[in-house]
């Protein structure tokens, strides 16, 4: 049992940036990965990046080389940062975490980028 609150959403213009923060309830050194998914109407949700307890990350072909995923775990809180936004980013971005527990969801946060 892990509550996932999302943050940083917003408008942008194509090209600009945005940093989604992910801020969990417990020690994200004990979750053994975390990761942003993002969905839009009529598609189902999509993996966007992820990072494993041991810092090992990946992403999706779209994002690679403009997004970013980045934690700090005395803060509890998972990052990505997005650069070089394109419309076709524009999706609700939801925190995921899985462990022990299970897998949890973040109630999500709108990207919004306009061209």
């Known amino acids: 049992q892990v509550q996932l609150v999302e943050s940083g959403g917003g408008l942008v213009q194509a090209g600009g940036s945005l940093r989604l923060s992910c801020a969990a309830s417990?020690?994200?050194?004990?979750?053994?990965?975390m990761g942003w998914y993002r969905q839009t109407p009529g598609k189902q949700r999509e993996l966007v990046a992820a990072?494993?307890?041991?810092?090992?990350?990946n992403y999706a072909d779209s994002v690679k080389g403009r997004f970013t995923i980045s934690r700090d775990n005395a803060k509890n809180t998972v990052y990505l940062q997005m650069n070089s936004l394109i419309p076709e980013d524009t999706a609700v971005y939801y925190c995921?975490?899985?462990?022990?527990?299970?897998?949890?969801w973040g109630r999500g946060t709108q990207v919004i980028v306009s061209s």
């Open positions: 995921n975490a899985g462990g022990e527990f299970g897998v949890s």
């Open positions: 417990r020690s994200i050194f004990t979750i053994n990965g």
């Open positions: 990072i494993t307890r041991g810092g090992t990350t």
